[in-house]
């Protein structure tokens, strides 16, 4: 009897072993598997994710960067343009300044142009480049248009151009 019951004791214990094996192979090795692969894959997922995020840090420093250093071309768009205050510019570089607005246009979506036709006296044509060379310096963002034309009349240079006033939309005043 004794043997029997050993005998019985040691089939129910490989029986449950055997169910053990079955029960660690069918769930719990096939879960070690997803575990792995999910760590795998969040390894990845957490390498893009820093990845863009430094690139959003360095792009942001970057724009910080340009901000600061075009701050004064930034508030140029921003600025309005007063026709009496160029006028008063125009006056250290020309005699006699007069100016007149064509028209105004959308350029590209964000930026409206304002067109002005100048005629204006000066003694000698180097006055002119000091003038085209200072406007870079002007509150507004203004370009100078070609043809200028240079007419001698006596001792004084006629000097017709045009000019264009550039200004974000957005910054538009009503």
Do not use: C, W
């Not at 094996?21 to 719990?28: G, M, Y």
């Not at 598997?33 to 795998?40: D, T």
């Not at 204006?120 to 002119?128: C, D, K, L």
């Amino acid at each position: 009897m004794k043997n029997i019951g050993i005998l019985k004791l040691l089939i129910f214990l490989f029986i449950f072993v055997f169910v053990v094996f079955v029960v660690v192979f069918v769930f719990i090795v096939p879960s070690i598997k997803e575990l792995r692969n999910a760590k795998i894959n969040h390894a990845k997922a957490y390498g893009r994710y820093s990845y863009a995020l430094n690139e959003q840090k360095s792009r942001e420093n970057e724009l910080k960067k340009l901000k600061h250093d075009n701050l004064k071309i930034i508030r140029a768009f921003e600025t309005n343009f007063k026709a009496d205050d160029f006028l008063k510019f125009s006056k250290k570089y020309f005699k006699q300044v007069s100016l007149s607005k064509e028209k105004s246009k959308v350029y590209k979506k964000d930026f409206t142009v304002y067109n002005f036709h100048t005629t204006s006296q000066i003694s000698e044509p180097t006055v002119f480049y000091k003038f085209l060379t200072d406007i870079n310096r002007y509150d507004n963002i203004i370009q100078a248009d070609f043809p200028i034309q240079m007419k001698a009349i006596k001792n004084e240079i006629n000097t017709t151009f045009k000019l264009k006033v550039y200004r974000l939309k957005r910054f538009k005043s009503k």
